[in-house]
């Protein structure tokens, strides 16, 4: 089931957001790795250890942990220069989805789906679902954006996860947080 809201209307309309948070939501700011996301106030914050390639943060309902948002900074070789050293968004998408997609094995495996791309506010957005035979489907919106921290660069993967039976509880609070992610 699709949201009244879509993915793209939500990434151009989350400067805005920031700029009026207000509600159920409130501004997490991580100065280390420079980026800010608007989360949910309920929801938890954990962090797993930074070992200098890469740093994990997750933010979660207590109730359930199926549906989460998380921010994996990734360290980058010197070929990668910019977003765009990954191919445009459409490329970049569907070299994701389809290297998880497994529907076509006998038997059948994970079926991944793409549903949208969009470049915007030096990010790639990516919407997509994933599924595997007799389990749930998942919904994914991710956003990728990529950031020097003076020696290197660094690869931000944002991904907002939920399974169809919370999308109505956990649909906008994920695309929401996703899209209101921003490097500084």
């Known amino acids: 089931m699709i949201g009244a809201l879509s993915f793209p ?3 151009a309309a989350a400067s805005a957001a920031e700029n009026d948070v207000q509600g159920d939501f409130r501004i997490y700011s991580d100065d280390v790795n420079k980026f800010n996301i608007l989360i949910p106030k309920d929801w938890q914050v954990g962090a797993g250890e930074d070992n200098g ?5 997750a933010f979660y309902p207590e109730e359930v942990y199926s549906s989460n948002v998380s921010v994996v ?9 910019r977003l765009e050293s990954f191919g445009t968004v459409d490329a970049f998408a569907e070299n994701l989805v389809n290297g998880l997609d497994r529907s076509w094995q006998r038997p059948p495996g994970l079926a991944a789906k793409l549903i949208n791309s969009k470049a915007a506010n030096g990010l790639y957005y990516i919407e997509y679902s994933l599924q595997n035979p007799g389990e749930s489907c998942r919904h994914i919106f991710s956003a990728i ?7 290197y660069n660094r690869l931000y993967t944002v991904t907002g996860q939920f399974v ?6 956990y649909r906008s609070k994920i695309e929401k947080s996703v899209s209101s992610f921003r490097l500084v």
């Open 9 to 11: 209307s939500l990434v």
């Open 53 to 57: 390639f890469r740093s994990v943060t």
């Open 73 to 81: 900074i990734t360290g980058l070789g010197a070929d990668f220069t």
């Open 145 to 151: 954006g990529m950031a020097s921290n003076g020696w």
């Open 164 to 169: 169809e039976e919370e999308s109505e509880k």
